[in-house]
Protein backbone atom coordinates (compact mmCIF):
# COMPACT_ATOMS: atom_id res chain seq x y z
CA UNK A 1 0.00 0.00 0.00
CA UNK A 2 1.71 3.16 -1.05
CA UNK A 3 1.51 6.53 1.22
CA UNK A 4 -1.54 8.28 -1.18
CA UNK A 5 -3.49 5.24 -0.51
CA UNK A 6 -2.90 4.53 3.03
CA UNK A 7 -3.79 8.20 3.68
CA UNK A 8 -6.94 7.95 2.08
CA UNK A 9 -7.93 4.80 3.80
CA UNK A 10 -7.26 6.09 6.84
CA UNK A 11 -9.58 9.88 6.11
CA UNK A 12 -12.46 6.90 5.07
CA UNK A 13 -11.98 5.80 8.05
CA UNK A 14 -12.14 8.49 10.13
CA UNK A 15 -15.01 9.44 8.15
CA UNK A 16 -16.51 6.03 8.27
CA UNK A 17 -16.30 5.80 12.11
CA UNK A 18 -18.19 9.57 12.63
CA UNK A 19 -20.85 8.12 10.03
CA UNK A 20 -21.62 5.49 12.15
CA UNK A 21 -21.87 7.74 15.53
CA UNK A 22 -24.54 9.87 14.43
CA UNK A 23 -26.18 6.43 12.45
CA UNK A 24 -26.12 5.22 16.03
CA UNK A 25 -27.63 8.27 17.97
CA UNK A 26 -29.80 9.20 15.42
CA UNK A 27 -31.94 6.13 15.17
CA UNK A 28 -31.22 4.07 17.34
CA UNK A 29 -33.06 5.86 20.26
CA UNK A 30 -36.25 5.59 18.37
CA UNK A 31 -38.42 3.43 20.16
CA UNK A 32 -41.00 2.93 17.37
CA UNK A 33 -41.54 1.98 13.70
CA UNK A 34 -40.30 4.27 11.52
CA UNK A 35 -42.35 4.76 8.25
CA UNK A 36 -42.41 0.66 6.53
CA UNK A 37 -40.94 -0.85 9.63
CA UNK A 38 -44.31 -1.97 10.23
CA UNK A 39 -44.07 -4.16 7.57
CA UNK A 40 -40.45 -5.72 7.46
CA UNK A 41 -39.32 -6.27 10.72
CA UNK A 42 -42.50 -8.34 11.78
CA UNK A 43 -42.06 -9.96 8.39
CA UNK A 44 -38.93 -11.16 9.35
CA UNK A 45 -39.97 -12.36 12.93
CA UNK A 46 -42.54 -14.32 11.27
CA UNK A 47 -39.95 -16.28 9.08
CA UNK A 48 -38.44 -17.04 12.11
CA UNK A 49 -41.96 -18.10 13.71
CA UNK A 50 -43.77 -19.87 10.70
CA UNK A 51 -41.24 -21.18 8.52
CA UNK A 52 -38.51 -22.19 11.04
CA UNK A 53 -40.05 -22.35 13.95
CA UNK A 54 -37.81 -20.49 16.25
CA UNK A 55 -39.39 -17.87 18.25
CA UNK A 56 -36.58 -15.29 19.96
CA UNK A 57 -38.40 -13.69 23.12
CA UNK A 58 -40.71 -9.72 21.80
CA UNK A 59 -39.31 -6.89 23.31
CA UNK A 60 -41.74 -4.90 21.30
CA UNK A 61 -45.15 -5.76 20.14
CA UNK A 62 -46.52 -6.16 16.68
CA UNK A 63 -47.54 -3.33 14.32
CA UNK A 64 -50.99 -1.96 13.94
CA UNK A 65 -51.58 -3.31 10.69
CA UNK A 66 -54.08 -5.82 9.80
CA UNK A 67 -53.06 -9.58 9.87
CA UNK A 68 -49.79 -8.55 11.03
CA UNK A 69 -49.26 -11.89 13.35
CA UNK A 70 -48.60 -13.59 9.92
CA UNK A 71 -47.91 -11.96 7.95
CA UNK A 72 -44.41 -12.87 5.61
CA UNK A 73 -43.99 -10.11 3.23
CA UNK A 74 -44.75 -12.55 -0.05
CA UNK A 75 -44.33 -9.28 -2.51
CA UNK A 76 -40.49 -9.05 -1.99
CA UNK A 77 -37.86 -11.14 -1.84
CA UNK A 78 -36.44 -12.53 1.71
CA UNK A 79 -32.65 -11.50 2.00
CA UNK A 80 -33.16 -8.72 3.69
CA UNK A 81 -35.14 -10.35 6.42
CA UNK A 82 -32.92 -12.94 6.88
CA UNK A 83 -30.58 -10.44 7.48
CA UNK A 84 -32.77 -8.80 9.85
CA UNK A 85 -33.49 -12.36 11.67
CA UNK A 86 -29.73 -12.90 12.23
CA UNK A 87 -29.92 -9.77 14.88
CA UNK A 88 -33.55 -11.10 16.41
CA UNK A 89 -31.74 -14.21 17.06
CA UNK A 90 -29.06 -12.57 18.52
CA UNK A 91 -30.79 -9.33 20.59
CA UNK A 92 -34.46 -10.24 20.52
CA UNK A 93 -36.66 -8.73 18.77
CA UNK A 94 -36.65 -4.84 19.04
CA UNK A 95 -35.63 -2.13 17.09
CA UNK A 96 -32.29 -1.90 17.71
CA UNK A 97 -32.14 -5.36 16.81
CA UNK A 98 -33.89 -4.86 13.40
CA UNK A 99 -31.96 -1.41 12.23
CA UNK A 100 -28.39 -2.95 13.10
CA UNK A 101 -27.92 -4.93 9.39
CA UNK A 102 -29.20 -1.96 7.66
CA UNK A 103 -26.46 0.13 9.34
CA UNK A 104 -23.91 -1.97 8.38
CA UNK A 105 -25.47 -2.23 5.17
CA UNK A 106 -24.96 1.63 4.90
CA UNK A 107 -21.26 1.75 5.82
CA UNK A 108 -20.63 -1.40 3.51
CA UNK A 109 -22.04 0.64 0.68
CA UNK A 110 -19.82 3.19 1.70
CA UNK A 111 -16.82 1.13 1.29
CA UNK A 112 -17.66 -0.39 -1.85
CA UNK A 113 -18.02 3.12 -3.43
CA UNK A 114 -14.58 4.22 -2.50
CA UNK A 115 -13.55 0.70 -3.79
CA UNK A 116 -15.13 1.22 -7.15
CA UNK A 117 -14.12 4.02 -8.03
CA UNK A 118 -10.24 3.19 -7.30
CA UNK A 119 -11.12 0.43 -9.64
CA UNK A 120 -12.17 3.03 -12.45
CA UNK A 121 -9.82 5.75 -11.70
CA UNK A 122 -6.75 4.61 -10.38
CA UNK A 123 -4.87 3.83 -7.58
CA UNK A 124 -2.77 6.98 -7.69
CA UNK A 125 -3.83 10.62 -6.55
CA UNK A 126 -6.90 11.04 -8.78
CA UNK A 127 -8.46 7.78 -7.78
CA UNK A 128 -7.86 7.77 -4.34
CA UNK A 129 -9.51 11.56 -4.10
CA UNK A 130 -12.04 10.41 -6.32
CA UNK A 131 -13.02 7.31 -4.15
CA UNK A 132 -12.81 9.67 -0.90
CA UNK A 133 -15.39 11.57 -3.09
CA UNK A 134 -17.53 8.85 -3.82
CA UNK A 135 -17.71 7.95 -0.13
CA UNK A 136 -18.42 11.68 0.69
CA UNK A 137 -21.31 11.53 -1.38
CA UNK A 138 -22.79 8.83 -0.13
CA UNK A 139 -22.87 9.81 3.51
CA UNK A 140 -24.03 13.08 2.30
CA UNK A 141 -26.77 11.65 -0.02
CA UNK A 142 -30.46 12.69 2.47
CA UNK A 143 -32.04 9.62 0.66
CA UNK A 144 -29.65 6.48 1.67
CA UNK A 145 -28.79 8.97 5.17
CA UNK A 146 -32.49 7.78 6.11
CA UNK A 147 -33.36 4.79 4.58
CA UNK A 148 -29.76 3.22 5.52
CA UNK A 149 -30.76 4.30 9.38
CA UNK A 150 -34.08 1.99 9.37
CA UNK A 151 -34.95 -1.36 8.49
CA UNK A 152 -36.42 -1.35 5.11
CA UNK A 153 -35.41 -3.41 2.11
CA UNK A 154 -33.93 -0.75 0.10
CA UNK A 155 -30.48 -0.33 1.42
CA UNK A 156 -29.91 -4.28 1.04
CA UNK A 157 -30.65 -4.07 -2.53
CA UNK A 158 -28.50 -0.41 -2.91
CA UNK A 159 -25.54 -2.13 -1.50
CA UNK A 160 -25.55 -5.55 -3.47
CA UNK A 161 -26.52 -3.65 -6.98
CA UNK A 162 -23.25 -1.73 -5.87
CA UNK A 163 -21.31 -4.77 -4.86
CA UNK A 164 -22.51 -6.69 -7.87
CA UNK A 165 -21.60 -3.71 -10.35
CA UNK A 166 -17.79 -3.52 -8.66
CA UNK A 167 -17.07 -7.00 -8.76
CA UNK A 168 -18.74 -7.30 -12.37
CA UNK A 169 -15.97 -4.63 -13.34
CA UNK A 170 -13.23 -5.69 -11.65
CA UNK A 171 -13.22 -8.33 -14.51
CA UNK A 172 -11.42 -11.43 -12.77
CA UNK A 173 -14.71 -11.71 -10.30
CA UNK A 174 -17.23 -12.58 -12.29
CA UNK A 175 -18.29 -16.03 -10.12
CA UNK A 176 -18.90 -13.62 -7.12
CA UNK A 177 -20.29 -11.24 -9.81
CA UNK A 178 -23.29 -13.26 -10.45
CA UNK A 179 -23.40 -14.36 -7.11
CA UNK A 180 -24.10 -10.84 -5.59
CA UNK A 181 -26.43 -10.28 -8.76
CA UNK A 182 -28.73 -12.93 -7.32
CA UNK A 183 -28.23 -11.38 -3.92
CA UNK A 184 -29.09 -8.04 -5.09
CA UNK A 185 -32.07 -10.03 -6.40
CA UNK A 186 -33.24 -11.91 -3.24
CA UNK A 187 -33.22 -8.33 -1.75
CA UNK A 188 -35.81 -6.75 -3.65
CA UNK A 189 -37.05 -7.05 -7.30
CA UNK A 190 -35.94 -3.33 -8.18
CA UNK A 191 -32.42 -5.35 -9.47
CA UNK A 192 -33.92 -7.78 -11.55
CA UNK A 193 -33.46 -4.81 -14.19
CA UNK A 194 -29.61 -5.40 -13.99
CA UNK A 195 -29.62 -8.12 -15.52
CA UNK A 196 -29.33 -6.14 -19.01
CA UNK A 197 -26.32 -4.02 -18.22
CA UNK A 198 -24.88 -7.14 -16.07
CA UNK A 199 -25.14 -9.73 -19.53
CA UNK A 200 -23.77 -6.70 -21.83
CA UNK A 201 -20.65 -6.26 -20.11
CA UNK A 202 -20.25 -10.05 -19.29
CA UNK A 203 -20.22 -9.94 -23.17
CA UNK A 204 -17.50 -8.09 -23.01
CA UNK A 205 -15.57 -10.75 -21.39
CA UNK A 206 -16.75 -13.79 -21.81
CA UNK A 207 -17.80 -14.29 -26.27
CA UNK A 208 -18.89 -18.13 -25.40
CA UNK A 209 -22.75 -17.12 -25.19
CA UNK A 210 -23.43 -20.69 -23.13
CA UNK A 211 -21.05 -18.78 -20.47
CA UNK A 212 -22.58 -15.52 -20.74
CA UNK A 213 -25.60 -17.04 -20.22
CA UNK A 214 -24.32 -19.23 -17.38
CA UNK A 215 -22.21 -16.19 -15.63
CA UNK A 216 -25.30 -13.20 -16.57
CA UNK A 217 -28.77 -15.81 -15.99
CA UNK A 218 -28.06 -18.99 -14.58
CA UNK A 219 -26.00 -18.47 -11.30
CA UNK A 220 -27.89 -15.08 -10.61
CA UNK A 221 -31.21 -16.84 -11.01
CA UNK A 222 -30.17 -20.23 -9.03
CA UNK A 223 -28.52 -17.77 -6.05
CA UNK A 224 -32.26 -16.28 -5.49
CA UNK A 225 -33.76 -19.62 -6.12
CA UNK A 226 -31.51 -20.85 -3.65
CA UNK A 227 -32.46 -18.07 -0.87
CA UNK A 228 -36.23 -18.31 -1.35
CA UNK A 229 -36.22 -21.64 -0.43
CA UNK A 230 -37.25 -21.52 2.40
CA UNK A 231 -40.62 -19.41 1.45
CA UNK A 232 -41.09 -22.24 -1.31
CA UNK A 233 -41.40 -24.50 1.61
CA UNK A 234 -43.65 -22.56 3.29
CA UNK A 235 -46.10 -22.78 -0.05
CA UNK A 236 -45.96 -26.05 -0.70
CA UNK A 237 -43.52 -25.87 -3.29
CA UNK A 238 -42.13 -24.37 -6.35
CA UNK A 239 -45.69 -23.82 -7.81
CA UNK A 240 -47.14 -22.28 -4.98
CA UNK A 241 -43.98 -19.52 -4.23
CA UNK A 242 -44.34 -19.43 -8.05
CA UNK A 243 -48.18 -17.94 -7.88
CA UNK A 244 -47.91 -16.83 -4.13
CA UNK A 245 -44.78 -15.05 -4.01
CA UNK A 246 -42.87 -14.47 -7.89
CA UNK A 247 -45.93 -13.84 -9.47
CA UNK A 248 -47.89 -11.82 -6.55
CA UNK A 249 -44.83 -9.40 -6.62
CA UNK A 250 -45.16 -8.86 -10.08
CA UNK A 251 -48.55 -8.21 -9.74
CA UNK A 252 -48.28 -5.86 -6.71
CA UNK A 253 -45.38 -3.65 -8.40
CA UNK A 254 -47.40 -2.93 -11.43
CA UNK A 255 -50.40 -1.80 -9.74
CA UNK A 256 -51.74 1.09 -7.20
CA UNK A 257 -52.39 0.38 -3.55
CA UNK A 258 -49.05 0.85 -1.99
CA UNK A 259 -51.03 4.23 -0.34
CA UNK A 260 -54.26 5.77 -1.40
CA UNK A 261 -54.23 7.70 -4.08
CA UNK A 262 -55.42 10.66 -2.17
CA UNK A 263 -51.98 11.11 -0.35
CA UNK A 264 -50.49 13.11 -2.66
CA UNK A 265 -48.04 14.37 -0.41
CA UNK A 266 -46.32 10.97 -0.07
CA UNK A 267 -46.49 9.46 -3.48
CA UNK A 268 -43.81 10.97 -5.97
CA UNK A 269 -43.44 9.47 -10.08
CA UNK A 270 -39.62 8.85 -11.22
CA UNK A 271 -39.28 11.92 -12.88
CA UNK A 272 -40.23 14.03 -9.38
CA UNK A 273 -37.25 12.65 -7.95
CA UNK A 274 -34.99 15.16 -9.93
CA UNK A 275 -36.89 18.29 -7.95
CA UNK A 276 -37.34 16.50 -4.66
CA UNK A 277 -41.32 16.78 -5.10
CA UNK A 278 -42.85 14.67 -2.15
CA UNK A 279 -40.43 13.63 0.08
CA UNK A 280 -41.73 10.04 1.19
CA UNK A 281 -42.38 11.17 5.16
CA UNK A 282 -41.48 8.33 7.40
CA UNK A 283 -42.52 9.80 10.99
CA UNK A 284 -40.17 10.58 13.63
CA UNK A 285 -39.29 14.02 11.29
CA UNK A 286 -37.66 12.04 8.80
CA UNK A 287 -38.30 12.50 4.70
CA UNK A 288 -36.65 10.64 2.45
CA UNK A 289 -35.62 13.41 0.35
CA UNK A 290 -33.54 13.08 -2.71
CA UNK A 291 -30.82 16.04 -3.43
CA UNK A 292 -31.40 17.23 -6.91
CA UNK A 293 -27.95 18.72 -7.36
CA UNK A 294 -26.56 15.18 -7.76
CA UNK A 295 -29.67 13.89 -9.88
CA UNK A 296 -28.96 16.26 -12.57
CA UNK A 297 -25.12 15.81 -12.45
CA UNK A 298 -26.09 12.26 -12.75
CA UNK A 299 -27.76 13.41 -16.19
CA UNK A 300 -24.74 15.63 -16.92
CA UNK A 301 -22.10 13.74 -16.43
CA UNK A 302 -23.31 10.48 -17.90
CA UNK A 303 -22.26 11.76 -21.79
CA UNK A 304 -19.10 11.97 -20.00
CA UNK A 305 -18.49 7.76 -20.50
CA UNK A 306 -19.25 7.67 -23.82
CA UNK A 307 -16.90 11.12 -24.83
CA UNK A 308 -14.82 8.70 -22.91
CA UNK A 309 -15.25 5.54 -24.76
CA UNK A 310 -15.07 4.26 -21.36
CA UNK A 311 -16.93 0.84 -21.27
CA UNK A 312 -16.75 0.26 -17.39
CA UNK A 313 -18.40 3.30 -16.72
CA UNK A 314 -20.53 2.92 -19.50
CA UNK A 315 -21.89 -0.26 -17.94
CA UNK A 316 -21.87 1.77 -14.25
CA UNK A 317 -24.28 4.80 -14.97
CA UNK A 318 -26.55 2.66 -17.60
CA UNK A 319 -26.58 0.13 -14.37
CA UNK A 320 -28.33 3.45 -12.48
CA UNK A 321 -30.28 4.33 -15.39
CA UNK A 322 -31.99 1.07 -16.40
CA UNK A 323 -32.96 0.97 -12.54
CA UNK A 324 -34.45 4.50 -12.88
CA UNK A 325 -36.24 3.60 -16.15
CA UNK A 326 -37.91 0.59 -14.69
CA UNK A 327 -39.63 2.63 -12.30
CA UNK A 328 -40.69 4.77 -15.00
CA UNK A 329 -42.63 1.25 -16.83
CA UNK A 330 -43.45 0.39 -13.76
CA UNK A 331 -45.19 3.90 -13.29
CA UNK A 332 -47.15 3.25 -16.94
CA UNK A 333 -48.07 -0.13 -16.55
CA UNK A 334 -50.41 1.30 -13.67
CA UNK A 335 -48.74 1.84 -10.24
CA UNK A 336 -48.86 5.47 -9.63
CA UNK A 337 -47.89 5.01 -5.77
CA UNK A 338 -44.38 5.34 -6.10
CA UNK A 339 -42.26 7.02 -3.51
CA UNK A 340 -39.15 8.83 -2.95
CA UNK A 341 -37.43 6.04 -1.09
CA UNK A 342 -36.67 4.15 -4.18
CA UNK A 343 -33.83 6.33 -4.34
CA UNK A 344 -31.60 4.61 -2.80
CA UNK A 345 -31.85 1.09 -4.53
CA UNK A 346 -29.72 2.94 -7.15
CA UNK A 347 -28.41 6.36 -5.73
CA UNK A 348 -25.06 4.61 -5.01
CA UNK A 349 -24.59 3.34 -8.58
CA UNK A 350 -24.99 7.70 -8.85
CA UNK A 351 -23.27 8.88 -6.96
CA UNK A 352 -20.10 6.63 -7.40
CA UNK A 353 -20.35 7.12 -11.25
CA UNK A 354 -20.63 11.05 -10.82
CA UNK A 355 -17.56 11.09 -8.91
CA UNK A 356 -15.75 8.38 -10.91
CA UNK A 357 -16.87 9.99 -14.27
CA UNK A 358 -15.41 13.88 -13.40
CA UNK A 359 -12.42 12.42 -11.97
CA UNK A 360 -11.46 10.07 -14.72
CA UNK A 361 -12.11 12.70 -17.01
CA UNK A 362 -9.98 15.38 -14.93
CA UNK A 363 -7.09 12.62 -15.08
CA UNK A 364 -7.75 12.44 -18.50
CA UNK A 365 -7.78 15.70 -19.10
CA UNK A 366 -4.18 16.46 -16.97
CA UNK A 367 -2.43 13.45 -18.66
CA UNK A 368 -2.73 15.07 -21.99
CA UNK A 369 -1.56 18.65 -20.89
CA UNK A 370 1.87 16.84 -19.34
CA UNK A 371 2.08 14.91 -22.73
CA UNK A 372 1.62 18.31 -24.41
CA UNK A 373 3.46 20.81 -22.41
CA UNK A 374 5.74 18.00 -20.89
CA UNK A 375 5.00 19.33 -17.12
Excluded at 79 to 91: E, H, Q, R, T, V
Aim: charged fraction near 10%; glycine fraction near 6%; aromatic fraction near 18%.
Amino acid sequence: MNKITLISVIILVIALAIYTYYTVITFGPVQGYIGDEVWYPTAAYNILKLIFHVTPPMYFPYSNEQNIQTYINPEHPPLGKYFMDIFILLLGYKPLAWRIPSWIMGDLTVIVAYLLTRKLVGSDLWGNVAGLVSAALIMLSPNIWVIHGIAILDVYVGFFSLLAVYLLLSDNRLLWASIALGLAFASKESAFPLLLPFLFYVGELRKNPIQRAIYGIGIPAATYATLSVPIMVYFGGLDGWFHNSFLYMLGWDSTNGHIALSAVTQISAPWDWFLDVHPFYLGYNFYASTNPILMWLWVGTTPLAFILKDTKLVTLTMSAWIMWLAFVAIYFLGNHTLFSFYVTDFAPLVNTYISASIFKALKKADLKNVMKYGK
